[in-house]
């Protein structure tokens, strides 16, 4: 089969690759007919994830066709429309008992599981791909669902929603600030309107994001490089701030921004990867009553979200901006690499 490898920061090839075959009973084989590309791939290809080795077959988005289930496979079987879930979890551990299947601990050979699609194991940008553990980490596609808006569900939307708004305790009325519209940020404006958010503020330096953002859920949008986005976002609220402030894009001075906006009692709620320090002024911080959030997305709502997708209450196939085929795997990579420049939000890259 064909599939894209990692070979090293930088480096990445659509190439020739053995087909993947069945390891356990519990595993399936997938047909990936729609994959995607995250901005974790993009982490990967400039060496910032050193466990992804070279060889690796990146990817852990995706939607397929189940076309051979081990023997101790019972939620699915071949000829199954599925969405392969960005977190593999075994559903017996003591994390995925209690929903937490990012920190599952099943051992596959690597110790734990989790993130472990294009990240330990080789993953979803490929013709063929093994899931283990399937009853746990597939979700079959009602009927209705598309291939674009299935994709959706594998990693972004349950990231933005469990993370960003879950994780944020967004209530209804509140005001929510998301600094960051990147897919994921749109994913938390999107689903914020779920707990009953009164108003939803995108800021970004992005003017092209900022308009997008707009048809994803947010009322307002700021510039995030103007002297006065405090002010602005503060103005949004009845002067005390926001209730929930989002943080989407994973750098020191976008933290520190949700910081500046959240109000005495407000949440933090952290969805960006950091890959530097990122200081805390907890000096300042504590005497607000400021919750911080951390998390890795488990996709323990992926059933609940992939419902409101089959019922169009969620508009997900918006997130799709550029289709490429599958031997246009490099052209998907370059045109979602330079995002700022092609405006692309998710690229589909489909048989
Ligand atoms: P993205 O790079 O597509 O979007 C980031 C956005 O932030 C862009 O629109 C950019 O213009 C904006 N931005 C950059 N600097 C800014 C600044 N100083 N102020 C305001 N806006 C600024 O990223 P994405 O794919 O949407 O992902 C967002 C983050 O979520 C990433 O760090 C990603 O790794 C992370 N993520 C976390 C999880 C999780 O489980 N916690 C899962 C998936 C992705
Ligand atoms: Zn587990």
């Keep these: 089969m064909r599939a894209l490898v990692y070979g090293g920061p930088g480096l990445r090839e659509w190439t020739e690759v053995p087909d993947p075959q069945i390891l356990h009973p519990t595993d399936v084989i997938v047909r990936v007919e729609t994959t995607t590309i995250c901005g974790s791939d993009l982490h990967i290809l400039k060496g910032d994830v050193p466990s992804v080795e070279p060889g ?19 939620s699915v079987a071949a000829g199954d429309r599925v969405i392969i879930s960005c977190m593999t979890a075994c559903g017996s551990c003591s994390y995925c008992r209690t929903g937490m299947y990012a920190h599952c601990l099943a051992d596959e050979g690597v110790p734990g599981l989790g993130w ?12 063929l791909v093994r899931v283990p553990f399937a009853d746990f980490s597939l979700h079959k596609i009602p009927e209705g669902v598309s291939d674009e808006a299935a ?6 939307l349950p990231t933005g929603f469990e993370i960003g708004v879950r994780y944020g305790r967004v209530k209804p009325g509140d005001v929510v600030a998301v ?16 707990q009953g958010a009164a108003r939803v503020v995108a800021v970004d330096l992005d003017a092209n994001r900022r308009a997008q953002a707009l048809g994803f859920g947010a009322t307002d949008a700021v510039d995030a490089g103007a002297s006065d986005w405090e002010a602005q976002v503060r103005s949004m609220t009845d002067g005390l701030g926001v209730d929930v402030a989002i943080e989407a894009v994973g750098i020191p001075a976008t933290f520190t921004a949700c910081t500046k906006i959240v109000r005495a009692g407000g949440t ?4 960006g990867v950091h890959g530097a320090p990122v200081e805390l002024a907890l000096q300042d ?10 998390g890795l997305v ?7 979200l992939l419902n409101l997708v089959a019922r169009r209450v969620l508009d997900v196939e918006k997130f799709a901006t550029h289709r490429f085929a599958f031997d246009e795997f490099m052209d998907a990579y370059d045109t979602f690499g330079r995002a700022a420049d092609t405006q692309a939000l998710k690229v589909i890259v489909a048989r």
Excluded at 151 to 156: A, E, G, T, W, Y
Excluded at 285 to 294: G, N, S, V
Excluded at 298 to 304: A, D, H, Q, R, Y
């Design 56 to 74: 690796r077959v990146l990817g852990h988005e995706g939607v397929g066709t189940v076309i051979e289930a081990g023997s101790g496979v019972s």
């Design 116 to 127: 472990a699609l294009g990240h330990v194991i080789d993953g979803t940008q490929a013709e």
């Design 151 to 156: 994709v959706m569900l594998s990693d972004i």
């Design 179 to 194: 600094v960051g519209a990147g897919p994921v940020g749109l994913a938390a404006m999107m689903t914020a309107g779920l």
């Design 268 to 271: 933090i709620a952290n969805v």
């Design 285 to 294: 911080l504590w005497i607000h009553d400021i919750a911080i959030t951390t």
């Design 298 to 304: 488990s996709t323990s709502t992926t059933p609940m």
